[in-house]
């Protein structure tokens, strides 16, 4: 099991900048580096969704074709930390977004089995 704390969400201007950060908290025998990362955002009336997933050394990552080229995911092992790194925010990147665990260790775009408590991210125009 893993505890996840997000932080680093707030308002924005379009074409801003913010990076995220979520620190896990593993209470097994497993290190955080053996683990799967992902960020996922849900938006007001909407589903939540797969932002970007980073395997368990960071040399593998994935992104939603809507954040492709303009979000950065990377994790500091050392740190227990995964980050998100957002460039030129528009309004439709406005969400809670989630950090999530997975235990698999790969890439990963569902499957994940322990969430924080979400980060609002409010991009205005």
């Known amino acids: 099991q893993v505890q996840l704390v997000e932080s680093g969400g707030g308002l924005v201007q379009a074409g801003g900048s913010l990076r995220l950060s979520c620190v896990a908290s593993?209470?097994?025998?497993?290190?955080?580096?053996?683990?799967?990362m992902g960020w996922f955002r849900q938006a007001q009336g909407k589903e939540r969704e797969f932002v970007s997933t980073i395997n368990w050394n960071g040399g593998d990552t994935r992104y939603a074709d809507s954040v492709e080229g303009r979000f950065t995911i990377s994790r500091d092992n050392a740190k227990n930390t995964v980050y998100l790194r957002m460039n030129f925010l528009k309004p439709e990147d406005t969400a809670v977004y989630y950090c999530?665990?997975?235990?698999?260790?790969?890439?990963?775009?569902?499957?994940?089995?322990?969430w924080g408590q979400g980060t609002q991210v409010t991009v205005s125009s």
């Open positions: 593993v209470a097994s025998a497993r290190t955080f580096n053996s683990y799967t």
């Open positions: 999530a665990a997975a235990s698999s260790g790969v890439v990963l775009i569902s499957g994940y089995n322990d």
